[in-house]
């Protein structure tokens, strides 16, 4: 059973908040805690200011996919959107689907999602050759508990393996999910984004 399915079944949410304080309050020099790959993630994505909608089913993945667009006022509004799969799943929104780089939020997949640093690994199948930067502050990213891997290396390894005749091209990960509203010289080119991930359980 699935770490997010057993959080969110069976412990109760202070429970989860008090494991995840004894692990960040660890001292960064303390000797690394072997912690199992789902788990890691969800510690290191919420460090980095990310928030993820735990989905059981494909039914409460269209619900808060819902909840997203009600608290950001975001219905009938250009979205910007490279993937045509998922303009057809969503498509009962109200939203219009765009090509460009305008739009309220970036909506898209990812290929990974990777544990030790919290980030979500990207390529050209999802950003074309867009830079980060050129995209909308808001994003929400579809990915489901079967993507997640334990390094950077294991998720560019899975890549190779599934696109062997045509490797994609502009690969990165997105890993900073606050938008600073005070940009500041060392933050200058920084691609920090406002990020909703709906994680699907699949395993």
Same mark, same amino acid.
Not at 75 to 87: A, K, M, P, Q
């Given at each position: 059973?699935?770490?997010?399915?057993?959080?969110?079944?069976?412990?109760?949410?202070?429970?989860?908040?008090?494991?995840?304080?004894?692990?960040?309050?660890?001292?960064?020099?303390?000797?690394?805690?072997?912690?199992?790959? #789902?788990?890691?993630?969800?510690?290191?994505?919420?460090?980095?200011?990310?928030?993820?909608l735990?989905?059981?089913?494909?039914?409460?993945?269209? #619900?808060s996919f819902?909840?997203?667009?009600?608290e950001?006022?975001?219905?009938?509004t #250009?979205?910007?959107?490279?993937?045509?799969?998922?303009?057809?799943?969503?498509?009962?929104?109200?939203?219009?689907?765009?090509?460009?780089?305008?739009?309220?939020?970036?909506f898209?997949?990812?290929?990974?999602?990777?544990? #030790?640093?919290?980030?979500?690994?990207?390529?050209?199948?999802?950003?074309?050759?867009?830079?980060?930067?050129?995209l909308?502050?808001?994003?929400v990213?579809?990915?489901?508990?079967?993507?997640?891997?334990?390094?950077?290396?294991?998720?560019?390894?899975?890549?190779?393996?599934?696109?062997?005749?045509?490797?994609?091209?502009?690969?990165?990960?997105?890993?900073?999910?606050?938008?600073?509203?005070?940009?500041?010289?060392?933050?200058?080119?920084s691609?920090?984004?406002n990020?909703?991930?709906?994680?699907?359980?699949?395993?």
């Amino acid at each position: 059973m699935s770490l997010f399915r057993r959080i969110f079944s069976s412990k109760s949410k202070s429970d989860q908040k008090n494991k995840e304080r004894h692990v960040e309050d660890r001292s960064k020099y303390m000797p690394e805690i072997n912690l199992p790959v #789902d788990e890691s993630f969800m510690i290191n994505f919420k460090r980095n200011g990310g928030k993820f909608l735990y989905c059981d089913n494909e039914n409460e993945v269209l #619900d808060s996919f819902d909840k997203i667009l009600l608290e950001n006022d975001w219905y009938e509004t #250009d979205v910007c959107c490279f993937d045509i799969g998922l303009e057809h799943k969503f498509s009962g929104y109200n939203l219009n689907y765009v090509k460009n780089i305008s739009g309220s939020f970036f909506f898209a997949t990812c290929e990974y999602l990777i544990a #030790d640093s919290g980030s979500i690994l990207v390529s050209s199948n999802q950003l074309k050759e867009k830079k980060l930067t050129e995209l909308p502050d808001n994003f929400v990213i579809l990915a489901s508990t079967s993507q997640l891997v334990k390094s950077i290396g294991e998720g560019l390894k899975g890549i190779k393996e599934k696109n062997k005749n045509s490797i994609p091209s502009n690969i990165t990960t997105i890993k900073n999910f606050e938008t600073q509203k005070e940009k500041d010289f060392l933050s200058y080119g920084s691609s920090s984004k406002n990020l909703y991930l709906l994680l699907l359980e699949d395993l």
